[in-house]
């Protein structure tokens, strides 16, 4: 089964039995642990603005009405030159100059510890404080690595997994550290923040509230407790480790004088894109999971009469990261699984003005808009669904 099903249905149960490690429970090393929507988090306010938080803003939220508890979370992505597991055996070596992008996230502990599930607070604190890192589920097995395991980013610093905790622990990201151990090695953008809230405000209100500190750039978004499909920034998006799991993953580097833009392992486009004549859209390269869903899409848009719906394409896969910002998270058409259709009409961040046509044949087929997103991209299609698997 591919995880291309997975999206609409996050509490799908799925457990990683990590053989090579043995079998424990929560409390001791994990080894075995339950990754996919089986964690009950602490409730909690999820809030986070396009392009990041600002500088300071732990202080801010804490001074904020009606505010019992909060933490900041960082992101970046870090570029892996190997992994080593335990007895210094090598299991991921990207051939040079390629390296493999993973996504790090890191947070202030005691802040953190009241937003942590009572089962996996202990190892996580402890690790955490201990300097090691702690590791998604679907990290560990995509990684093939487990406790006393270590990955080695570009520069020599390294991480030592401390635990394997459910994704829902660790925001999703694939690795998750103090903020004494991020900053130095490159985790130092704000994401988002969670809060916990007396009162009980509604998402609309609590935005007001804390728009004022967020200073000038986008609004802030705010999910009410339960809400968002994941609990970290841009919560209805696919986190990167996610994108692995369903379209595979690849080694890159950043573009020396270009860095918003990657420069791809080839062996990725070997193995996964290809070049494919789409109805109304024309020729183009795309992941091979995506044409089919993609070419049922627009020959139903024209069996359907409404062929004058598509007006312009703009592309499939383009190795890059979001917006072309080198600070920013990869973006999905890196993978190939992401199209563009209408760009013309719809730019970046204006009123999207998509055909309803257009937009009916796409989410019957798996595509999610992204002229839904808190700053819309009304051109962009996300492929997030396999119809019909699983």
Not at 184 to 197: Q, S, T, W, Y
Not at 312 to 339: D, E, K, L
Request: with cysteine.
């Amino acid at each position: 089964m591919t995880r291309l099903s997975r999206t609409r249905s996050i509490p799908l149960v799925v457990v990683l039995c990590l053989s090579f490690l043995g079998t424990v429970q929560p409390g001791a090393a994990a080894t075995s642990v339950l990754v996919a929507g089986t964690t009950q988090l602490p409730p909690a306010y999820l809030m986070w603005r396009t392009g990041g938080l600002p500088a300071r803003m732990a202080p801010k939220l804490e001074r904020l009405n009606g505010v019992q508890h909060s933490v900041v979370v960082a992101g970046d992505t870090l570029w892996m030159t190997k992994s080593v597991l335990a007895d210094g055996t090598i299991v991921d070596p990207p051939s040079v100059p390629y390296r493999i992008p993973l996504e790090v996230m890191s947070t202030n502990v005691h802040d953190m510890t009241p937003f942590l599930p009572r089962a996996w607070r202990d190892d996580v604190v402890q690790t955490l404080r201990d300097g090691r890192a702690i590791m998604g589920g679907s990290s560990a097995a995509l990684r093939r690595l487990g406790v006393g395991d270590r990955v080695v980013f570009k520069g020599g610093d390294r991480l030592t997994i401390g635990a394997i905790v459910p994704d829902e622990v660790t925001a999703w990201s694939e690795l998750m550290v103090s903020r004494d151990v991020g900053k130095p090695i490159g985790v130092k953008h704000d994401r988002f923040a969670l809060l916990d809230m007396s009162g009980h405000p509604s998402q609309a209100r609590l935005a007001r509230r804390i728009a004022p500190s967020l200073g000038p750039g986008y609004p802030p978004r705010v999910r009410e407790p339960g809400n968002a499909t994941f609990r970290r920034q841009g919560d209805s998006v696919w986190p990167p480790v996610l994108m692995k799991e369903g379209f595979g993953e690849f080694s890159a580097y950043p573009k020396p004088h270009d860095p918003g833009y990657l420069r791809m392992d080839p062996s990725f486009a070997r193995q996964h894109l290809v070049s494919r004549k789409v109805p109304l859209l024309g020729r183009f390269t795309c992941h091979e999971l995506v044409f089919p869903p993609l070419i049922r899409a627009m020959r139903r848009l024209r069996a359907q009469g409404h062929a004058d719906a598509v007006r312009n394409f703009a592309g499939c896969y383009n190795a890059r990261m979001v917006m072309r910002i080198p600070t920013a998270s990869i973006s999905h058409h890196s993978w190939g699984a992401a199209v563009d259709i209408n760009s013309l009409s719809n730019p970046y961040g204006a009123q999207p003005h998509q055909p309803p046509a257009l937009l009916a044949v796409m989410e019957a087929n798996g595509f999610t808009w992204g002229g839904r997103w808190t700053v819309p991209d009304g051109m962009h299609f996300e492929y997030v669904e396999s119809a019909g698997v699983g």
